[in-house]
């Protein structure tokens, strides 16, 4: 079990904050050797599973305790038992990668729309092999990485040409191609009065932060203005006082604001990214498509306000049933909220209709963790997967501006008020697992 313990740690330290991207494949190749030799591989392969995500996923207990952080860590290992029993019944290797590639795509999907946050791809952002997923998609990327395992765990003089190889083809591989024109952002990161659950028990508080920081930028050199998710936690429907600072803001700068606003529906509250025009009126509206279970809202209510009493608070959000894209200076913009950005099809709809994506977050929950570097490493990655430059903003950090070969241009700190200015290149161009899946 020791072995397992330290694959896994291996593996882990592939994501971030470490993120030394060639230790997923020391990992990965160690604990194919534990398969191989195992008498009980579907108890290691649970093992390490369970280890895998409990240290990435760390960050997930910081503020709701330990039960909620192991649960989440023990359901995620369920899916890489499939491996161990496929190795216990064919014992070949390459059987059980498959069969991790499999499950790594149907957690992304199931249950509650998946969490595919440790899939091994994410935390290859670093590796010479990254440009594979513009190829194959998120799945070749992960499937590069394990065929390297595999190879080494039999290493002898041809599958080392063969790694050799592999590596030389991706290095080979071309880069996404610059599109032509541009769209001029500045983000606003606001910070919070406070970190944590808590981080919005003083919205207007949170929104005059935005709103104070956007009003030290200078007029007419930005084609739009981008606030983070949450930056308006109340609805300026409901405070004409906060509508009218909008308006205000909007026409002083003239400049239109794309924000994060919750917002209230008949039956609940909405998740939505706002296009407010220069006289601060709502050009356009995408309400998010993708909750996050058991943060927006409980799938298991009964049993999730048995294991943490902070399940009580939350309030079911009402989620959005169509694609939204924000037109700013002639430009589409696609906004992708939060925890969307792990979701293929989401994420591959609004590139598809888009030039640049924005990625609007809210990182105040986590404060102090992983889990913003891990996000923009996510977000890297889907940069490069559909050729799009992507500006991501968050309230308390890490904000960045990405090119659409996945490399960061500049970025801000963390729990810091900021903004960060740049352009995105804009493009048309559609990558061959977006024509394949078209």
């Known amino acids: 079990m020791v072995k397992i313990a330290f694959a896994a740690f291996l593996v882990s330290a592939a994501f971030e904050p470490i993120g030394i991207w060639y230790l997923a494949v020391i990992g990965l190749t160690l604990y194919l050797q534990k398969l191989r030799s195992s008498s009980r591989p579907m108890l290691h392969s649970l093992a390490f599973g369970f280890i895998l995500n409990a240290i990435v996923l760390y960050w997930s207990g910081k503020y709701v305790g330990p039960i909620p952080w192991l649960l989440l860590s023990a359901l995620q290992a369920l899916f890489y038992l499939p491996v161990g029993w496929v190795y216990r019944r064919a014992h070949r290797l390459l059987w059980s990668a498959l069969a991790l590639i499999a499950m790594e795509e149907i957690r992304s999907r199931f249950p509650f729309g998946g969490f595919g946050w440790t899939r091994i791809a994410f935390s290859q952002v670093d590796s010479p092999a990254l440009p594979i997923v513009a190829l194959g ?43 032509s024109g541009e769209v001029n952002l500045i983000a606003i990161q ?18 005059d932060l935005h709103r104070d920081v956007t009003r030290r930028v200078t007029a007419d050199q930005y084609d739009a203005i981008i606030w983070p998710e ?14 009218a600072d909008i308006a205000t803001l909007t026409g002083d700068l003239s400049t239109p604001i794309i924000a994060g606003v919750v917002q209230r529906a008949a039956n609940g509250p909405q998740n939505a990214s706002i296009l407010f025009g220069e006289d601060g009126i709502r050009e356009s509206v995408y309400i998010k498509r993708g909750l996050t279970p058991f943060g927006e809202y409980l799938p298991l209510r009964g049993l999730a306000e048995l294991v943490s009493p902070l399940a009580k608070k939350v309030n079911d959000f009402i989620p959005g049933n169509k694609r939204v894209i924000h037109t700013v200076a002639g430009v589409e913009l696609g906004p992708i909220i939060c925890y969307e950005i792990i979701l293929d099809d989401l994420v591959r709809d609004m590139a598809k209709n888009s030039k640049a994506l ?16 891990q996000q923009l490493a996510i977000t890297r990655i889907r940069a490069v997967e559909h050729s799009r430059a992507i500006l991501s903003v968050s309230t308390v950090g890490i904000s960045a501006f990405i090119d659409n070969n996945g490399r960061v241009l500049s970025q801000t700190g963390e729990n810091s008020q900021e903004s960060l ?18």
């Open 421 to 438: 200015a740049g352009s995105l290149m804009l493009n048309n161009y559609r990558t061959l697992i977006n024509r394949i899946l078209s």
């Open 358 to 373: 924005i990625v609007q977050t809210n990182s105040a929950t986590f404060a102090g963790t992983a889990e913003s570097a």
């Open 137 to 179: 998609g998120v799945i070749a990327l992960s499937a590069f990485t394990l065929a390297i395992a595999l190879l080494l765990v039999h290493l002898r003089g041809k599958n080392l040409a063969a790694i050799l190889s592999l590596f030389v083809i991706a290095f080979l591989l071309p880069a996404n191609p610059q599109g």
């Open 230 to 243: 949450n930056a308006i936690d109340i609805d300026p429907r409901l405070f004409p006082e906060v509508q």
């Open 190 to 207: 606001g910070n919070t009065p406070e970190v944590g659950l808590g981080f919005n028990s003083r919205a207007k508080a949170v929104f």
